[in-house]
């Protein structure tokens, strides 16, 4: 399977602890995105990079979150003094170069469901 | 804000009936719509998109269609299968300078097909 890889598939930590996950994007891919999703609601964007350029990042993120891509490969997304509001689905998805202008459709990893306790 | 309103929210038909969900959008400088589904505990995976030089786009047994100047879009399911029944979201691209392809994502359809 080339497919968006995620890592771990599930993870429970206490209040209070640092957690973080991994994403490997199809490998010709240069675009990569990390949303969240609450059950019963839509992902949600939280950050994106082009290559190992952080281009973006959504106003709902807190100073607690953080994401890496450090060689425009695999990234990381860290988050530290854990809530129990954090428990969600993340889902990582990653997309090609633009051709004509146009967008590439994005690609979903199969996430990592956060419980926060 | 950008943001995408889709309904409605849940959606029970007869399989061989069709099936008609609708999102808005309100960022205009929007011109991607993608639609994906996503099974109970899965990735959402793309079916059909649709740009905005396009006002229709079909593939077998799903369409969209598209309405810039009411900023409209709408799924199309026919001859709707069991296996049909699952969440639906849309979603339009909002730009950011040169990149593109930052997603919003509507509230999700639970469609139901009912044997």
């Known amino acids: 399977d080339t497919g968006v890889s995620q890592n771990p598939r599930h993870k429970i930590t206490k209040r209070g602890q640092n957690v973080t996950f991994r994403c490997d994007p199809i490998s010709e891919h240069n675009r990569l995105y990390w949303y969240r999703q609450t059950l019963g609601q839509g992902p949600e964007f939280l950050t994106y990079?082009?290559?190992?350029?952080?281009?973006?990042k959504s106003r709902l993120l807190s100073d607690r979150f953080s994401a890496e891509r450090p060689k425009g490969s695999f990234s990381t997304l860290e988050i530290q003094r854990t809530e129990q509001g954090d428990s969600a689905m993340y889902l990582c998805a990653s997309s090609g170069r633009d051709s004509l202008s146009y967008n590439s459709p994005l690609h979903f990893g199969n996430g990592t469901r956060l419980t926060v306790t | 804000g950008e943001n995408v309103e889709q309904h409605p929210s849940t959606l029970s038909v007869q399989e061989g009936d069709s099936a008609v969900i609708k999102c808005t959008y309100s960022d205009s400088a929007s011109n991607y719509f993608p639609w994906y589904k996503q099974e109970l505990g899965k990735r959402p995976q793309l079916i059909i998109d649709?740009?905005?030089?396009?006002g229709e786009k079909k593939d077998q047994r799903i369409a969209v269609t598209l309405n810039k100047t009411a900023k409209h879009f709408s799924l199309h399911i026919t001859e709707t299968q069991p296996e049909d029944s699952a969440v639906y979201f849309c979603?339009?691209?909002?730009?950011?300078?040169?990149?593109?392809?930052?997603?919003?994502f509507g509230t999700g359809t639970l469609l139901a097909v009912q044997p």
């Open positions: 990079f082009q290559n190992e350029a952080q281009l973006e």
């Open positions: 979603a339009a691209s909002s730009r950011y300078g040169g990149a593109t392809n930052k997603l919003i």
């Open positions: 649709i740009r905005s030089n396009v």
